[in-house]
């Protein structure tokens, strides 16, 4: 960030994040003695990919406004209510 290379460290900061919540959700599934339902996933995997395209769509037109922030955490918020 300091040399002035914000989008590759937006895109490390996602992408570690994905990463992150990608091998966490496999560790816990390959160790859990429980059974856990397949459709929970496909709903966070529909959130995941939408909250994404519209995360770029913000990245390309310059940046994530305030109003813009207050979008995705309403994205979000609306994303618990439903789940």
Do not use: C, H
């Not at 496999?26 to 059974?35: K, Q």
């Not at 959130?47 to 990245?59: G, K």
């Amino acid at each position: 960030m300091k040399r002035g290379r914000v989008r590759l460290a937006l895109g490390d900061a996602i992408g570690a994040n994905l990463t992150t919540v990608t091998l966490v959700l496999g560790l816990v599934l390959t160790f859990s003695p429980s059974i856990i339902e397949q459709m929970i996933f496909a709903e966070i995997l529909v959130f995941v990919l939408i909250m994404n395209l519209i995360l770029w769509w913000y990245l390309t037109k310059g940046g994530v406004t305030q109003v813009g922030g207050i979008i995705l955490i309403m994205m979000y918020v609306l994303f618990q209510a439903i789940l």
